[in-house]
């Protein structure tokens, strides 16, 4: 018998197929094919309330059959994993259950859509994996390269100790007042708007960089387009509307300062009305021998300032991170051959079934993803007291 026919298999059953079920469902078809892994990924059922939408994308995805209920996947016993890609309102629902089922959990970011709910997956995910069942949430900008990379050069210490972050995430999707609503613009639905949706994404970026948590916050939540049009169709980030309206029940833009662990200052912005800007993710953290920065437009590219270089040749220098020493290239193309929004997809599942075969806790973990929502807890509950923001009187409306 071939190495590969010997390996186990791991049964997934996927539940969603928009947007992020498609992502996952490319990370879990190229993950087999481009790395080594100990476990052979089975793409088993997708679950979607249509039947005959989620036959649709079955076949068109790659998945061997379809379930229209996800309780029904979790009471199966040939299913070994549950991929969550629904909107957060089912997210601890869904999760709970599979974990109790004895099911690894693989979930989309934000975690969930309240920090009780966030806290009561971390405890069932803790349970859990005292028997071995383990669960990790979908924060997928750490398997970028470049990202990775950034994280092991302060780990490395080559910029230095952390004094300083700031983070934006820019996109311009809402900006148009047309464009119609969907469950990212309703609370019930998503939680929250732009904090949740893309300001997790730096949140943990700057958890995962630096290697400290956001210790405190204040910030300040704007809802720029109160009402949008009811959509008739809608599909990825963009849809048509008609003439009914509907309101906007969550923030546009999310702006707070933060401080780290260790005391540095941190500054966030996450909006989705940045006109030009369309999946502008940055990072940059000043160090005290050094610099690095980092966007998403950019993505093969992470950019380094070695502070102990001569003032005379110093400047920012562009890493094409795409060498085979780079973190997970060893699985693509040779140096300049870049990569894309999905390869993040793809490593996850590398990193995924990699710890579940050796009994890992993988990373982020429910615990990780716990740290986030802290986070955009209090955020929700600074800008809700607007008695911290200080007016100045002279320049007031
Ligand atoms: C929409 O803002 C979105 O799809 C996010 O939900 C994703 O997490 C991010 O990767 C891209 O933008």
């Known amino acids: 018998m071939s190495e590969a026919a010997a390996r186990r298999p791991l049964r997934v059953a996927t539940v969603g197929y928009a947007f992020m079920g498609r992502a996952h469902s490319q990370g879990w078809r190229g993950a087999p094919r481009f ?15 249509s039947p005959e939408r989620a036959a649709h994308a079955a076949d068109t995805l790659g998945w061997a059959e379809v379930e229209t209920d996800w309780r029904r996947v979790v009471e199966r016993d040939d299913i ?87 983070c934006q995430y820019l996109q311009d999707w809402l900006a148009d007042e047309s464009t119609p609503g969907s469950w990212r613009t309703d609370k019930e639905k998503a939680g929250s708007g732009a904090l949740g ?69 941190a500054i966030f912005e996450a909006t989705r009305f940045a006109w030009g800007r369309k999946n502008a993710m940055r990072i940059e953290v000043n160090g005290s021998a050094g610099a690095l920065a980092f966007d998403f437009e950019d993505m093969n590219v992470l950019n380094y300032y070695d502070a102990r270089e001569p003032a005379r040749t110093g400047g920012f220098r562009r890493i094409i991170v795409t060498e085979a020493d780079h973190p997970y290239i060893e699985g693509w193309w040779p140096p300049g051959h870049g990569l894309g929004y999905e390869h993040g997809f793809v490593h996850q599942v590398v990193d995924l079934v990699r710890a579940i075969d050796a009994g890992e806790q993988p990373t982020p973990s429910f615990d990780d993803g716990l740290a986030v929502q802290r986070v955009l807890d209090a955020v929700e509950r600074s800008a ?13 409306r």
């Open 35 to 49: 790395f080594d892994l100990p476990r052979d990924p089975v793409m088993q059922v997708l679950v979607g309330r």
């Open 80 to 166: 070994d994993l549950i991929d969550i890609c629904t909107p957060g309102d089912t997210h601890a629902a869904i999760a709970t259950a599979a974990l109790e089922a004895g099911k690894h959990v693989l979930v989309e970011k934000p975690m969930a859509n309240t920090l009780a709910e966030a806290e009561q997956m971390a405890a069932a995910a803790a349970a859990a994996a005292e028997r071995g069942v383990l669960s990790m949430v979908g924060f997928t900008y750490r398997r970028v390269p470049a990202v990775s990379l950034a994280r092991q050069l302060v780990a490395e210490g080559r910029i230095g100790e952390v004094r300083q972050v700031r």
């Open 197 to 265: 949706d893309i300001g997790a994404h730096i949140v943990d970026l700057t958890h995962f960089i630096t290697g400290q948590r956001v210790a405190g916050v204040s910030g300040r939540l704007d809802t720029l387009v109160t009402e949008r049009p009811v959509a008739e169709s809608f599909a990825g980030l963009s849809g048509k509307g008609g003439t009914e309206r509907e309101p906007v029940t969550v923030d546009d833009v999310a702006l707070f300062t933060g401080e780290l662990a260790g005391g540095a200052p």
């Open 384 to 396: 809700g007291r607007r008695s911290e923001f200080t007016e100045i009187p002279e320049h007031g």
